[in-house]
């Protein structure tokens, strides 16, 4: 970003998203300071944030009113204040309580709570206000997930001259399914405030044209929606990605290929490794990949000798009560699949809770043969993507659940239906038998689908629809 002050409506360009690419950290000796969080859309924002005087604005992960020190990102960060009460209602209860499970398929029961919808719509008007103070006449903005879907609407009405774009980050649900909603036609009011709502994939935006035909009474046709003032509205398609060419560039590198291998001899140099990689979460289907793997060791088709299945899953929004049930039944399992099947030495199942960096993401995914990826249902699903751009030696077989968005283009995966636990068997022991000559013809197509499709297209194609 070109540095100058950094003041009131000067922004052309304004990320809007509940998180700050940043975390405060408190150093050993007491010291307080800041860290930039890199994450995909992070570095795939950064090159387009750094040629424009950009502004991001969030949540900067603690609560109550805070300053980012400049130094604390090369970014324009604009913090928005969440007290402790709005945490619990606007973040854990309604984006995380209400949205996230009735997005994805009701996987979990959503609850309903008023408080936490006006606690919603209150924080929803503090990110919009804060968007409008900094955005310079005739700006972009782009409004981020499914936490801040009022926000378009709030912000045009403020800012009629904005831009304005939003994405959706995780599934848009049939209309049979968003319909429980009690605030359904104000979601999607709040979505009309854009110019642009894009999706992970076209049935999303389908979901979305149909509903607001239904709810709203808006004609629509194809991707455009007509409003009564004149205003048109697209729903689009915009399949996120990843840093391929960063990711690759890693497991090229001579450490990661020693982590690689190091990390194999500490499993015991089993014949294979099978993998998993998730934020614990009850989207993810861990359970039914781990219940497969055991059962295969169970009848005898792979042996604790053979296989070892590393399963990372960083604990994640552990305030809410189904996250700490799915953390415990995990538990549970792999307590009992090592406790009854494992040798000494030769744990069955090694289960980690933690957050590596990047490059030590890349040694894991270098060093697994079968990357196993169940959810039962995902946005997209990035881990996918990762494990494929860093199998440049084309060894590494992924078996992917039909329900990640990903699956629409890694159409050479071992593809699976997450509630069929035969199939998944009958996937992963497909994948384990397969020929090394299948395994790179498979890998090779994905690869290239990946390189091809990075984070940097996506948001530059999102960006040119939006402009
Ligand atoms: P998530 O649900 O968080 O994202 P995913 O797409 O898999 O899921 O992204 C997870 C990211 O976290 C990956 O980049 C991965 O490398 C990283 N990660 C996971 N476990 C980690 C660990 N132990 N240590 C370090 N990093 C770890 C939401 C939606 C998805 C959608 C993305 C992007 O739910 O469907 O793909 O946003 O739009």
Redesign the pocket.
Known sequence: MPRGPRRRATAKLVVVANRLPVDRVTLPDGTVTWRSSP???VSALEPVMREQRAAWIGWPGVSGEVEIPDDASDLWLVPVAISESEHEEYYEGFSNGTLWPLYHDLVAKPEFHREWWDAYIDVNQRFAAAAAEVAAKGATVWVHDYQLQLVPAILREMRPDLRIGFYL??PFPPAELFSQLPWRRQILEGLLGADLVGF?LPGGAANFTRLVRQRVGHRTQRDNVFLPDGRVVTAKAFP?S?DAAGFEELARSDATRRRAEQIRQDLGSPHKVFLG???L?Y??GIYPRLKAFSELIIEGSLSVEDAVFVQ???PSRERVDEYRMIRDELDRLVGRVNGDLGRIGRPAISYLH?????AE?AALYRAADIMVVTPYR???????K?FVACRYDDRGALVLSEF???AAELRQAYLVNPYDINGIKSQMMAAYSATPSEIARRMRTMRKTVQDNDVGHWAASFLKALG
């Open positions: 994450g995909g859309v980050h995780i992970q996120i990843i990689v998730d934020r979460d989207t993810k990372v899953a960083t933690m957050s590596f960096p990047r993401m995902d946005g997209m699903n990035l881990v996918s990762e990640a968005g990903a």
